[in-house]
């Protein structure tokens, strides 16, 4: 699992499919993936502050030693709250005690939370997000680096490598493209299919294109609710859309995928996009979708558990059907 992600072309449906993690602290978040191995998931992502404001890397670093082989990734780590080299030294001791099992994501995190609860004031985030990334696969593949940009001026060396896949979060098309250029896979977060697939990837093939590297894959974040209440799912589905609105970025993001007047709040675009969004019904319906999503342009799923009516139940059974790919 050392090589760029775009190389491991041969991977069965299962390891193209991971499920995200929530949970109210890090022994319940390492409890939770543990139970994602056990049914044969071979994908787990978590966010910062997804196990109840703990650490995302220091839960990921203690969930490797009481798993095997279940792949972790972090979706995302906002890189304006630790240096790169930070960054690295975490994704180090993880990478050494559980070599080739770290997804590295990052990317600039919601500027509304950053700037309310850390102090910090996001000014040209992808260019920092640029050359941050650029620092960390220097010092992460190549074991140093002599960097001399805008945000950055870091000179070090260290002892050895750590060749881990390097992916960042991205939602408009600026994003997609610095994903292709320069990074292992691009997290795009409860994008509209239709988007990702006529708008994103393109912009990120493009990408790689000018740097004359192969495209990496687009892994794309879905809610999903294994009920059969499609009232009940839109009802959560519409919500977490108007949570996600509030954010700007995904705002800008639906609007460009065409539904603005689902982020002016119409009714019936609201609706009409909640449908579009979520992956949702029974586990044979919930199945046939994964499969379809997977044959027709999207290279991996990171599935969101939507709770409806019991939500230990529903992620259990969302678990076997992961499994079961």
Known sequence: MNQPLHELAARTLRERVGVYIQAGDSVEAIIRI??????????????????GFADVLTVLAAATVQTKEIILGTAIVPASTRHPLVMAQQALAVHDLAPGRLRLGVGPGNPLYLEGHYGLRQSAPLSYLREYVEVLRG?????????????????????????????????GLKAFRLAGE??????????????????????????????????PPVIACLPVALSTDEAAVNIAVRRLIQQL?????????????????????????????????????????????????????????????????????????????IGSL
Do not use: K
């Open 34 to 51: 543990r139970e994602a191995e056990q049914a044969g998931v071979r994908q787990a992502w978590m966010a910062m502050g997804g196990a």
């Open 182 to 215: 320069s990074v292992d896979g691009a997290l795009a977060s409860l994008c509209p299919v239709p988007y990702l697939l006529e708008q994103a990837l393109p912009a990120l093939r493009a990408g790689a294109e000018t740097r004359s590297r192969p495209a």
């Open 139 to 171: 010092v992460l593949w190549e074991g140093r680096i002599n960097y001399q940009g805008r945000f950055f001026q870091v000179v070090d060396t260290l002892p050895r490598t750590a060749p881990l896949p390097l992916v960042i979060s991205a939602l």
């Open 245 to 321: 609105a509030l954010a700007g970025a995904h705002a800008r993001m639906f609007a460009q995928a065409g539904w603005a007047a689902a982020v002016d709040g119409d009714e019936a675009a609201l609706h009409a996009l909640a449908q579009e969004l979520v992956i949702s019904g029974d586990e044979v319906t919930v199945r046939a979708r994964l499969h379809e999503l997977l044959a027709h342009g999207v290279d991996e799923l990171q599935l969101l558990p939507i709770p409806i009516a019991d939500e230990p139940t529903e992620r259990q059974r969302l678990l076997r059907v």
